[in-house]
């Protein structure tokens, strides 16, 4: 199995930090990350629908994104092997497909039409033993605006067979000094459940 199929197969599930949250609830919310495989023709790739949401409002997610998973054989200086590019867009209308990671028929609604790509936002992932760790495309491009000020983002992921850890800051563009992000450190999810059978045949 390639790296990327098993990165894809890792990455295809519900993810709650319900053991962070309930540990210090006073630094972390209950939060939960749903990637949910897309049909293969959607791409014609392995594709995903994302939603980020508190656990009490499972309805109005705070983050909704479609990913597009690409391959790439990494030189033989880096010393390593497959790469995994993943191309960020944003949903048009975004709270029309709010639920459609737990919806079918609502992840059906989703087509190109409603996609905007997030241009230098891609995610690249490489293997380090049994995780994959994750960054923003190099550039310090992928612009954000938050609390009146533009920002570029950093994204640090490690995901692993059933573990993701994540921390996203978003930097002056002026200064490069921290204007959000957690204050605490990392979030820190656990697989509860698993969608990874939906990745279809012709992707393997």
Request: charge should be negative.
């Amino acid at each position: 199995m390639s790296d990327s199929i098993l990165l894809a197969r890792w990455m295809a599930g519900d993810f709650s930090n319900h053991q962070q949250a309930a540990a210090e609830p006073q630094h972390y919310a209950h939060i939960r990350i749903f990637f949910r495989p897309l049909p293969f023709e959607f791409f014609n790739a392995i594709g995903f629908y994302s939603e980020q949401v508190y656990d009490y409002d499972l309805w109005s997610p705070y983050r909704q994104g479609v990913h597009k998973l690409i391959a790439r054989e990494a030189s033989p200086s880096e010393n390593r092997g497959e790469d995994t590019y993943i191309e960020n867009y944003s949903l048009k209308d975004a709270m029309l497909y709010a639920g459609a990671a737990r919806e079918p028929d609502i992840l059906k609604t989703i087509t190109h039409d409603c996609l905007e790509r997030r241009c230098n936002c891609s995610m690249i992932f490489s293997r380090d033993g049994e995780i994959f760790r994750g960054r923003v495309e190099p550039g310090n491009q992928c612009f954000i605006e938050r609390n009146g000020a533009m920002t570029y983002l950093i994204s640090d992921v490690e995901i692993g067979k059933n573990t993701w850890v994540s921390l996203d800051k978003g930097m002056d563009i002026n200064t490069h000094e921290k204007v959000w992000g957690s204050a605490f450190g990392m979030l820190k999810f656990e697989k509860i459940a698993s969608f990874a059978d939906e990745i279809e045949p012709q992707s393997l």
